[in-house]
């Protein structure tokens, strides 16, 4: 079983700045891919950044690219979501994911989210 939990949503401004950080349990954290995914009200779910085992190998929603920068340290069983240049659609609760396949396609364990709203 791996827990996760999500910190760093908060209130900001367009044109400012968050980092999410997903803190996870158990001894096998460097060889689940791990990936970050929102939902705003009303819309569907919908994967904002995913990361790989190696890390070399990264994918990023159409929305997001140039702009949010996903990344881990398995030292400290963590992945981070860098969001810049924030938008208003970007409001939503996001949610850290990890797939213990390692592959990135089969995400089973889930955070509880963490409330990121961006005002204009």
């Known amino acids: 079983q791996v827990q996760l939990v999500e910190s760093g949503g908060g209130l900001v401004q367009a044109g400012g700045s968050l980092r999410l950080s997903c803190a996870a349990s158990?001894?096998?954290?460097?060889?689940?891919?791990m990936g970050w995914f929102r939902q705003a009200p009303g819309k569907e779910r919908e994967i904002v950044a995913r990361?790989?085992?190696?890390?070399?190998?990264?994918y990023y929603g159409d929305s997001v690219k140039g702009r949010f920068t996903i990344s881990r340290d398995n030292a400290k069983n963590t992945v981070y979501l860098q969001m810049n240049s924030l938008k208003p659609e970007d409001t939503a609760v996001y949610y850290c994911?990890?797939?213990?396949?390692?592959?990135?396609?089969?995400?089973?364990?889930w955070g509880q989210g963490t409330q990121v709203t961006v005002s204009s």
């Open positions: 994911a990890a797939d213990p396949t390692g592959w990135g396609s089969s995400f089973a364990y």
């Open positions: 158990g001894r096998s954290f460097s060889s689940y891919a």
């Open positions: 990361i790989i085992v190696t890390a070399v190998r990264t």
